[in-house]
């Protein structure tokens, strides 16, 4: 992804609801800000199949809101590159850029 401007949010210590809006936020204002890609990192890139409990339970609600087409206003989803430990979203082109800003962090719950 060398020089493509690319945001990579990190996931990791927030509990699985709080990721997935996070995400879902950093997507929206990456767009905004006229960024051309996301990396969200969410690690247990050894987790290969969906888990109901435990490691794993965020990389698969991100990759079930991708495929679900949630994220379709901001991102070119045939574009999407599943990574062991993270997903790449390469956003749509926004014609009118905003100045960059960003909503604050949310706390994280687990370290």
């Not at 609600?61 to 991708?66: C, D, E």
Request: aromatic letters at 6%; proline letters at 5%; zero cysteines.
């Amino acid at each position: 992804m060398g020089g493509m401007r690319t945001l990579s949010v990190d996931l990791h210590g927030h509990d699985v609801l709080t990721a997935v809006d996070l995400a879902a936020d950093r997507v929206q204002e990456a767009y905004s800000n006229g960024y051309e890609a996301v990396e969200l990192l969410h690690g247990a890139g050894d987790v290969t199949e969906p888990v109901e409990t435990g490691r794993g339970r965020i990389k698969w609600a991100l990759r079930k809101i991708v495929e679900e087409g949630r994220l379709d206003g901001y991102i070119d989803r045939g574009r999407t590159w599943l990574k062991a430990g993270s997903i790449v979203l390469y956003l749509k082109r926004n014609p009118k850029p905003r100045r960059e800003a960003w909503s604050p962090d949310p706390p994280r719950s687990h370290r």
